[in-house]
């Protein structure tokens, strides 16, 4: 029944009918499919907020009995073994435990109040005590009544749903959460130098009471929002009626918070702390009823496994004890990704480094290609592609510094260098640098460039044969 609590509907383009949306769609499905896990994920957020002993804590789990004020009091007066007996007489609405079908008959008051809340005194002033008898029996049987027929006035109506939510067999907040309401109502602000002020915290007093109404039977969490948007609806018409928010909580604190069996001497202490606690339910009613973002957020997670929109409380709800169940999910999707976007990233970077040297290797001759082979080869391990191209430069031609080498290479040496690199190398019409295209375009043509270097071969040789010669015949004078 509350899961069709605030819906949002938004029209859609594509269709022609509209879509209906539920925000708490994954809350009420983890409350109705995992209650424990959803106990936990709510009740490890109410700590966060207020402070509840061990004992109080497990009161609100129902781990045990709660412990209330008059139920260790010896003096049992008058009014209380009064109540007492009221509520042995059960009916089938009346005096049973909350309902679905209670629920539907007590609807139709509540629906019938709506439209009169102009009465003046409603809920304070009663009403005929024959007609609500009549119409209590009427509730009972099950049988349809006609409201609008003019035979019941509406303060008969008013004081028959008082009646009904005190003859319950307890509170419609529930006993077990009887402590958490009192931490709540002490729920205030905190000055800059953190010193604790009067002034009331409202929004954690919002928020702690949107986890706590989570966390109610769902029949008392329906009828708790009918009657709280009910009294909202009557407290705006204050001026007619002349019941503001603060005295309609005081008309039904006793009702919906109070522990039964209990009289206003029992609750002396904390019965201020009540009717405001009550007065502030119905003045902040449209609100009290919406999941906080981060429950929303957390039970979407547990069912789709994915992570879109977080807010700033995730952090510490993902790490509380209620969240448990709900690591592995984003865990083990979350470790699927990093292990995939790790190989894409480095497959992509050994087939860039490939083809980075390929392209060095592909160079022509140069410094700046020696000096790249250089860098390749020093980060060997980490840059360089295994087998695909060889890496080993190419060996250095030794000099000869003696004399002899000296006139060999003067004389013979440029002839066999040229022989052996015109035997060596293959034509590659690619490969030109710039100091074959300027050679080029100062010898005119390949033909006109060998004859050129010909001649100068014959001179160089002419010359040092005369050298040779001079320098015999100066030896030989010598010796002679």
Known sequence: SDAICNFVICNDSFRSQPIIFNPDFFVEKLR??????????????????????????????????????????????????????????????????????????????IEYLHKNLRAEGLFRVPGNSIRQQILKDALNSGTDIDLDSGEFHSNDVATLLKMFLGELPEPLLTHKHFHAHLKIADLTLFDEKGNKTSTPDKERQIEALQLLFLILPAPNRSLLKLLLDLLYQTA?????????????ALMFAPH?????????????????????????????????FKAPVYIRECARLHYLGSRAHTSKDDLDLLTSPGSKELQPLKSQKRSRLDSCHQEETQQRTEEALKELFRHVHNMPDSAKKKKLIRQFNKHST????????????APRRTRSRSFSGLIKRKVLGTPVILERKSRDTTPEPARVSKENVQLLQKCGSPAHMSQTKLKSLEGRKEESSRRMRALLLSKDSSSL
Request: charge should be neutral.
């Open 32 to 109: 109705h499919e995992k209650p424990e896990v959803f106990t936990e994920l709510v009740v490890s957020n109410i700590t966060r907020l207020i402070d509840l002993p061990g004992a109080e804590l497990a009161q609100l789990m129902g781990e045990e009995d709660p412990k209330l004020p008059g139920t260790n009091s010896t003096a049992s007066g008058f009014f209380r073994s009064l109540m007492s007996l009221k509520r042995k007489e059960k009916g089938v609405v009346f005096g049973s435990p909350l309902t679905e079908e209670g629920i539907a008959q007590v609807s139709q008051l």
């Open 236 to 248: 705006k018409k204050q001026d007619k009626n002349k019941m503001s928010a603060h005295n309609l």
């Open 256 to 288: 919906i918070l109070w522990p039964r069996n209990v009289t206003a001497n029992d609750l002396q202490e904390n019965i201020t702390k009540l009717n405001n606690g009550v007065t502030f339910m119905i003045k902040h009613s449209q609100k009290l």
């Open 382 to 393: 980490t840059l360089t592609p295994g087998s695909d191209v060889p890496t080993s430069p």
